[in-house]
């Protein structure tokens, strides 16, 4: 059997309770480099283990060749755990390797992880619903395939709501230009959760037309979660919260908390 497994978004502690038991009884294990080395550590020693992560421009083994690997090393009556950050099914490729393995008639199960989005803004005191601030929430890919820029920017631009980006953090700029255009107030609120969940974690605050400092001196690196809408304000009455988590808060100019390193 096949156990697609959602890891969560870093704090090992997210991991489920299902999760942990089939990490447990693993044989085989394919793990994504959002995957920290706690969870890892969770693993029988005599598991077999491959990494078959992907960043930007940079992917170690192409998803084709995953689903193949899945499916052999199921036929070969292996129980077979892959891991991925987050949730699978969450722009994570779940759902192409559900996908192959049903097609081969594998017995297959997901158990879903605790995505970036609620972990990350949980962890920063910031609601993605709020009834004074935002009554919906999206989540979106940041990943523009060659800069291309086809995401409906119309309705992500309406008020009310709020954007959630993943693997944003490259596009950071044509994002908050294009929002913009397309009628969005330039002083909507904005965060960049770098590290989220961790004890790396760093919160960086700014606006769509006035982006972190950090962002510019390219302090900022991925992983990185881009957050819009007006329930980012809260983080600045929450910022005490934060600090609570462990996570590092600092303030920029006596306005905005935002990272620690600036």
């Not at 009834?131 to 992500?156: C, I, K, M, Y």
């Amino acid at each position: 059997m096949v156990s697609l497994v959602g890891a969560g978004p870093g704090d090992p502690e997210l991991l489920t309770l299902k999760a942990y038991k089939r990490l447990q009884s693993a044989e085989v294990v394919l793990y994504d480099r959002l995957v920290s080395s706690e969870i890892l550590a969770m693993l029988p020693v005599q598991a077999a283990r491959f990494y078959v992560g992907k960043a930007r421009s940079s992917h170690s083994v192409p998803q084709s060749d995953i689903n193949q690997a899945l499916v052999a090393w199921a036929q070969q009556g292996k129980q077979v755990v892959r891991l991925k950050g987050g949730d699978p099914f969450i722009f994570g490729r779940g759902g192409e390797e559900l996908e192959a393995l049903v097609a081969a008639q594998i017995k297959v199960e997901v158990i879903p992880g605790i995505t970036a989005a609620s972990g990350c803004t949980a962890y920063a005191g910031i609601p993605l619903t709020h009834r004074d601030h935002a009554q919906s929430v999206r989540f979106v890919t940041g990943h523009l395939q060659q800069g291309e820029n086809t995401l409906d920017w119309p309705t992500l631009a309406q008020p009310g709501q709020t954007l959630v980006f993943y693997m944003g953090l490259s596009n950071l700029v044509t994002i908050c230009q294009a929002l913009i255009q397309h009628g969005l107030e330039p002083s909507t609120p904005l965060a960049l959760i770098e590290q989220g969940t961790t004890q790396q974690q760093k919160t960086h605050i700014g606006s769509l037309q006035q982006l972190p400092q950090a962002f510019h001196a390219g302090e900022i690196k991925p992983p990185t979660l881009l957050v819009i809408g007006g329930v980012v304000q809260l983080h600045e009455t929450l910022a005490w919260f934060e600090s609570q988590q462990g996570c590092a808060v600092g303030f920029d100019e006596g306005k905005h908390p935002t990272s620690a390193l600036e």
